[in-house]
T-cell receptor, first 118, second 112 residues
Framework: EAGVTQFPSHSVIEKGQTVTLRCDPI?????LYWYRRVMGKEIKFLLH????????ESGMPNNRFLAERTGGTYSTLKVQPAELEDSGVYFC????????????????FGPGTRLLVL | QKEVEQDPGPLSVPEGAIVSLNCTYS??????FMWYRQYSRKGPELLMY????GNKEDGRFTAQVDKSSKYISLFIRDSQPSDSATYLC????????????FGTGTRLTVIP
């Protein structure tokens, strides 16, 4: 079974440019999460999709970040315009339906996208 | 104040040593406690999880949760060079949101 995949693995852009990150969750996983790790800090939650709906976007830093999940499959996270402080590693995770998996489902993480804004 | 505190290390031990990793937290709403292992250039991988207080053992790994002290630990017995990785504690609340709150991670090196 394929794991969570993320594309690109690395991205270097200039301040003010736009970048779009993609996440393909494990097939059949309804829950999709985005997290971010800024250098030297802990991994922090950004948002959570259940199928195509945003369940919780309380961690999104500001309106320069836009996440979508088309048809409840893959998800994209767009940063526009990018700022220096957006540099970090963006992780995507997915998990099964909560009813099937129980009260605390396992989140499976992708390898991350390393974003550097110059 | 961070909700989850974890000593970043780095921690170096000889092969065969017992390793103790720990985290403290401030929010009493946390009910699920997890340890993730992350190898270089990879995503975090769930190692163990515990609900509420108590111990859980899986092979060479033991997770302990002390909710009264807001303190969790991961012990690795007979450590192996393949255990060299960054270990992240993570927690979530019992509110159905399942968002994870992570520590900064402890980098462990097991020397052959």
């Amino acid at each position: 079974e394929a794991g969570v995949t993320q594309f690109p693995s690395h991205s270097v852009i200039e301040k003010g440019q736009t970048v779009t990150l993609r996440c393909d969750p494990i097939s059949g996983h309804d829950n999709l999460y985005w997290y971010r790790r800024v250098m030297g800090k802990e991994i922090k939650f950004l948002l959570h999709f259940v199928k195509e709906s945003k369940q919780d976007e309380s961690g999104m830093p500001n309106n320069r970040f836009l996440a979508e999940r088309t048809g409840g499959t893959y998800s994209t996270l767009k940063v526009q315009p990018a700022e220096l402080e957006d540099s970090g590693v963006y992780f995507c995770a997915s998990s099964q339906d909560l009813v099937l998996a129980g009260p605390q489902e396992t989140q499976y993480f992708g390898p991350g996208t390393r974003l550097l804004v110059l | 104040q961070k909700e989850v505190e974890q000593d970043p290390g780095p921690l170096s031990v000889p092969e065969g040593a017992i390793v103790s990793l720990n985290c403290t937290y401030s929010n009493s709403a946390f009910q699920y406690f997890m340890w993730y292992r992350q190898y270089s250039r990879k995503g975090p991988e769930l190692l163990m999880y515990t609900y509420s207080s108590g111990n859980k053992e899986d092979g060479r790994f033991t997770a302990q949760v002390d909710k009264s002290s807001k303190y969790i630990s991961l012990f690795i017995r007979d450590s192996q060079p393949s255990d060299s990785a960054t270990y992240l504690c993570a927690m979530s609340k019992e509110d159905g949101a399942n968002n994870l709150f992570f520590g900064t991670g402890t980098r462990l090196t097991v020397i052959p």
